[in-house]
Structures are given as structure tokens and as C-alpha cells.
């Protein structure tokens, strides 16, 4: 593995200061880039192999709170040191399913979790009526994690695929990220693309890009540390430059402490009444089914605070700044409620189209991240069925709760808020019984705090409510990131 250590970076440091003279400087960008150009910004993420020591939990493959912390510490020093404080053109991140690891195939979370509070320190904006005259400006931006003409072993291929919100391919399957930069580069619209992916896949894009247009630039040639962010600049006229910033961030080795308290609220099932129901075999008409799961336990909760205005009508598939703070306290707002052992989500590189736009359906798998980390959880994504899937319900059931996978699991899992009670009535109706009581589908565009909770026992009787609840008031939220 090459990781950095602290000592290795220091040498780092002292090697290339030797290596620019006393006169020269460091050799590391200290000014914002040009808007007038067209901006290649590269922010390499951790992984297993390429790291800072610390950075990746090599159980999990996910980040730890240190490297969570030097994410959150980089969104800002990219902000105002690298763009100026301008606001970001288009943000390009791995899709995890791209790169499994370990025995135990974890996706890669780290390099879209790595940059969604820089995404969150951006803005958007889109039309949030039917007309297309009434736009809502959030503080969100877009993550591009979309398959792009072919997806990895085991993984269900969309429809069609995004014709412009594809992220990149750990290997470059198909050369996909190369016609994606190509593309942006050819288009000759100024602007800063930020891509964040690990050095493996970092280090290539940047060869490919110099090899083809011939930039002949002193590219990188080993894994310089966590801290660096390089970017190729591209004027209307002249010649392509590689430019080095350093961040010299320095997190601590805990998780993330939020700037101020996250205002809590009481479960009084204001949004969604509480509703208890059960399928006991035998009892109401109701017969086990024959290879349901036993000893299993999921609790199911809505992705983060993303639709900010008034009809809840803003959509671009990730959540706003208000939804991080839910995210980052999620561990402490469920501490004592829950206990999984797991977590899953929908793999954020499917995509979906809405109005005008299409969109990486990124943020149930950003909500619960944090989560994942602070305690340490193994963190899986469902990626063998598309979530716009017309029989989606009986699929998602099917998987969680028939099989035996799940045997003896305590899930968390984070899904999209209207599927989740057509999912449980999908488990309900597998049952059978006379007239027993199903969910009520629809689910308050306001509520990002109902948990539903759904139990199996030892013989396969189902229990299903929504008695607890996060406990985070969505209405006292700032509406900006916390800053760190």
C-alpha cells in the first residue's frame, strides 16, 4: 500500500522545497484560477492503496472520521482558495460499484463522499413549478456518479444511459472517462469541472489527457499525498498549464465535530400517524412465507433535507446544506434507537430524468454515510435493480427479506422516501391474510425524520411500525453547510 505518512509527507515537503531553490518558493499554486479558462480540477481521494495514514479504516474500506474531517477541511480550502469563492461548473465523481474492495467487495464511497460538502458549498438553480417561471436557488449542487456506456459484473444496466450526468469508471472502461474529458475540453466552455476519484484512476485521466493533446506537461508521477489538488488550466488562447495547490490540511483522528448543536424534536408522529401492524402465521389468515428471512431486523429511514422551497418542487438528485447537518449528526440523533450491524443503500449511480435535466440519484447513500463511519459499519449499495423499476417494490422485497442473506442482520437502510412503504406493503402483502391493514403510501415531502422499522423473529412473524423517529427538527436546519 502506498500511504502517507505524516513523517513521508514532511520529507515530501522538505524534498520538493530543496528541489525549487531557496528563492523559489514552494512551487505550489497559492492564487485562485482564472474563470476565463477552462479548469480541470483533480482531487484525489483515499483508498486502500493510495492513502494518508489513517484516512481509510482497512476493515471497511470507507473513510474514518480523520478522513472524513480532511474531506470537510478540503471543500473549504477548494471554495476559496482553488475556485475564488465562484461557484463550481460541473462536479464528476467515481461510481463506487466501479471499485470493489477487499475480500468482502465493499463499493468505494470514499470519493463521492470525499466531495459532497464542496457540492454543498455551491448553489443551484431550477424552475420548481410546472411553468418553468418560478426558480429556487439551493445551497446543493449536482454529483455526476452515472454509469457510462457499460456497468461492472452484477450490477443492472439502466435503460439508457445518462447522456450527460455519467461520473467516471475506476478503470476506464471503454475509454469512458476520456471522451468524458474530451468532451469538456472539445466544448471550449470556461469554467471549473472538478473531478474527484483515487489516484489510480486520477493519475490516468491526467496521462490521457496530456498524451492526447499533446500538452507536454510535467505531470505527477508518484501519489504526492491526500493534501494536493492539481488542475490543468486551459486558456482560449496559449498553452495548457499543470498547477499544484496544497492544502496542508492536518485533520485530527476523530469523527467530525459539528460548529453547533443540532436542535432536536420529539416523536409525535405529526407528519405520519403511527401505525403498528403484524403477520403472525396462522393468525388472520396469514402463512409464513416459505423462504422469508429469520432473526432480522431493518430499520428504514428517507434520504437528507433536499427540497428546500416552498412546494418542495427543487430536484438535483443530492441533498442541500440543511441536509448535511442531519447527515454529519446522524450518529448522534440515533444513538441508543438503533443498533445496526450494516448498512445499505440504492447505488447513487443510477440516474433518473426530470424536466429538462438528468440527474445522479445520489443522496440516500450520502445520507447514512456518515453514519457508516462514525461507528465503523460495513456499508453496501443495492445496484442488481433499477429503483425506477415499475416492479421495484417486490424486487426491493424480494432482496431484503427473502433468501437468507439477511438472517440475523440489523440493517440500516436509506431509500427513496415514495418506494418505502410500497417496499414494506410488498412484504405485507406476501403474507396473505383476510383484510389485514396495509400502509398508507404517501409519505410528507417535509418529513425526513419518520424511521420505519421492520422485525422478523426466530420463525418468520413480521412486525412492522414507525415508532421512533430521528429526532432532528428539519425546521431549525441552517440553510448553509456547517463550516469546518
Not at 265 to 278: E, G, L, R
Not at 281 to 288: E, N, Q, Y
Not at 426 to 439: E, R, V
Amino acid at each position: 500500500m502506498k500511504i502517507m505518512s505524516t513523517a513521508g509527507s514532511l520529507f515530501l515537503v522538505l524534498v520538493l522545497t530543496l528541489l525549487t531553490g531557496c528563492g523559489g518558493g514552494s512551487g505550489f499554486k497559492t492564487t485562485a484560477l482564472s474563470a476565463e479558462n477552462i479548469n480541470l480540477i483533480f482531487v484525489v481521494t483515499p483508498d486502500l492503496a493510495y492513502q494518508a495514514a489513517g484516512d481509510v479504516d482497512p476493515n471497511t474500506a470507507n473513510l474514518t472520521g480523520q478522513g472524513l474531517q480532511r474531506s470537510l477541511m478540503m471543500a473549504t480550502y477548494l471554495k476559496q482558495q482553488v475556485l475564488g469563492s465562484k461557484n463550481v461548473t460541473a462536479i464528476y465523481t467515481l461510481a463506487p460499484m466501479t471499485h470493489l474492495q477487499t475480500a468482502n467487495k465493499y463499493p468505494d464511497m470514499t470519493a463521492i463522499g470525499y466531495i459532497q460538502q464542496f457540492a454543498l458549498l455551491n448553489q443551484y438553480t431550477l424552475p420548481v413549478d410546472t411553468a418553468g417561471t418560478t426558480t429556487y436557488t439551493a445551497n446543493s449542487f449536482p454529483l455526476n456518479a452515472a454509469y457510462s456506456g457499460s456497468v461492472p459484473d452484477g450490477v443492472i444496466a439502466p435503460a439508457a444511459y445518462c447522456p450527460n450526468c455519467a461520473g467516471l469508471d475506476f478503470n476506464n472502461t471503454g475509454s469512458n472517462n476520456d471522451t468524458l474529458v474530451t468532451g469538456i475540453i472539445n466544448n471550449k466552455t470556461p469554467g471549473y469541472y472538478v473531478f474527484s476519484a483515487p489516484w489510480e484512476t486520477i493519475s490516468a485521466l491526467l496521462a490521457s489527457i496530456n498524451s492526447h493533446y499533446g500538452y507536454n506537461l510535467n505531470l505527477p508521477s508518484t501519489y504526492g499525498g491526500p493534501n494536493q489538488v492539481y488542475a490543468i488550466s486551459i486558456p482560449a488562447s496559449g498553452s495548457a498549464s499543470l498547477v499544484t495547490y496544497n492544502s496542508n490540511l492536518n485533520p485530527t483522528a476523530t469523527y467530525p465535530v459539528l460548529p453547533a448543536p443540532v436542535a432536536s424534536n420529539a416523536c409525535t408522529h405529526s407528519q405520519q400517524s403511527y401505525f403498528s401492524t403484524s403477520r403472525i402465521g396462522g393468525v388472520g389468515g396469514s402463512t409464513i412465507p416459505a423462504n422469508i428471512n429469520t432473526n432480522q431486523r431493518i430499520y428504514i429511514v428517507r434520504h437528507a433535507e433536499a427540497h428546500p422551497d416552498t412546494n418542495s418542487g427543487f430536484e438535483n438528485g443530492n441533498f442541500v446544506g440543511a441536509g448535511q447537518w442531519r447527515a454529519l449528526d446522524l450518529h448522534n440523533a440515533l444513538r441508543g434507537k438503533i443498533s445496526p450491524n450494516v448498512v445499505y443503500s440504492i447505488d447513487p449511480s443510477q440516474w433518473f430524468h426530470i424536466g429538462a435535466n438528468n440527474f445522479s440519484y445520489v443522496r440516500p447513500s450520502l445520507t447514512v454515510l456518515p453514519y457508516a463511519i462514525a461507528n465503523n459499519l460495513p456499508y453496501y449499495l443495492v445496484s442488481s435493480f433499477q429503483l425506477g423499476d415499475a416492479n421495484e417494490p417486490q424486487l426491493a422485497s424480494n432482496y431484503f427479506f427473502t433468501g437468507g442473506t439477511f438472517s440475523n442482520q440489523t440493517v440500516l437502510l436509506a431509500w427513496e422516501s415514495t418506494r418505502i412503504k410500497p417496499l414494506i406493503n410488498a412484504l405485507l402483502n406476501s403474507y396473505g391474510g383476510n383484510n389485514l391493514p396495509l400502509l398508507p403510501t404517501a409519505w410528507p415531502p417535509t418529513d425526513y425524520d419518520t424511521i420505519w422499522t421492520v422485525t422478523l423473529d426466530a420463525q418468520g412473524n413480521l412486525t412492522v411500525d414507525n415508532d421512533q423517529c430521528e429526532g432532528i427538527d428539519t425546521t431549525k436546519l441552517p440553510a448553509t453547510v456547517p463550516l469546518f
